[in-house]
């Protein structure tokens, strides 16, 4: 059985021996980008690779990019192999921040093809509340060759979206929170606020206290409220540089509706051009 979504801690942990299955730990904080690395190097879950976001995750930024560009397929693949993932793998994911980092690199497999990975549900916090064995020895690996096949259709540019602004085409979902979308605080962006006529919905209404995903039949309803009629492909999802908009991706994943699109490079790509319209408030 191939998970393609969610795997469950206890799941996980009766196929740490499993040479099929790889883990990957995703801890990334954009405010200490090394920090990461060095929980890793601490202590993680048994077998898993570090997967760095600027490093692994994304390509070169560039002055029309958003500030985590796609990486380059090849490059992307090479690492994958390097970490001994090969297109039959069954990889999983985590991070400690309940899949808003690892759900970026769910969505890059996807992108290349690679239909068997899946987060884990509530992330290290509901694998240590488990009680479940850590680490700090580093796995040995042995190197694969991972053949990655693009999908393009999965995600839009910004051309895209100014050729569709101001028209009922397609739903453009912001995963930013919401002081952040209303433009009254921005942490990381020199410009605040959202694109004309996105909704919000960040990324925190995916889970609930347990810090795992909601039901899928409650994310499902929600999804299609905001959906306002339109289909999974003219969903378009964004955030603040194309990484936490792979949240409400896999949430809508979870609710069974497909996974709409991804504007990659987001509000930080938006903004690099100041003609572009910003809107402020709800």
């Known amino acids: 059985m191939a998970y393609r979504t969610l795997v469950e801690p206890e799941q996980l942990a009766a ?10 730990d995703c801890r990334f904080d954009l405010h200490e980008p090394d920090s990461g690395g060095y929980a890793y190097g601490a202590r993680h879950i048994p077998g898993a690779r570090y997967a760095h976001l ?3 995750l994304s390509g070169r930024r560039r002055a029309t990019t958003g500030r985590h560009p796609l990486p380059d397929p090849g490059a992307l693949s090479e690492t994958l192999g390097r970490w001994g993932i090969d297109n039959a793998t069954q990889v999983v994911v985590y991070d400690d921040v309940k899949g808003a980092i690892a759900a970026r690199l769910w969505w890059l497999l996807r992108w290349l093809g690679h239909e068997p990975v899946a987060v884990l549900n509530g992330g ?11 680490t700090d020895e580093l796995p040995r690996v042995h190197a694969m060759r991972f053949e990655p096949h693009p999908d393009d259709a ?32 921005e942490p990381f962006d020199p410009v605040a606020g959202h694109i004309p006529g996105a909704l919000n ?46 949240h409400n991706l896999l949430a809508m994943e979870v609710a069974g509706l497909g996974e709409g699109r991804l504007y990659v490079d987001s509000w930080s790509g938006w903004i690099t051009h100041r003609t572009r319209p910003v809107a402020t408030g709800e």
């Not at 290290?124 to 850590?134: C, D």
């Open 15 to 24: 196929h740490l021996d499993d040479p099929s299955w790889v883990t990957v």
């Open 54 to 56: 600027d490093n692994d």
């Open 124 to 134: 290290l916090t509901a694998w240590l509340r488990a009680g479940l064995p850590m």
């Open 154 to 185: 999965r995600w839009v540019d910004t051309r895209f979206i100014e050729e569709r602004l101001g028209a009922d085409v397609c739903r453009l979902i912001d995963a930013r929170s919401a002081v952040r979308f209303r433009g009254e605080q």
């Open 201 to 246: 919905r960040p990324l925190d209404r995916n889970f609930g206290p347990d810090g795992k995903f909601l039901p899928a039949a409650q994310l499902r309803a929600e999804f299609q409220e905001l959906a306002r009629g339109k289909g999974t492909a003219d969903m378009i999802h964004m955030c603040g540089s194309g990484v936490t908009a792979c």
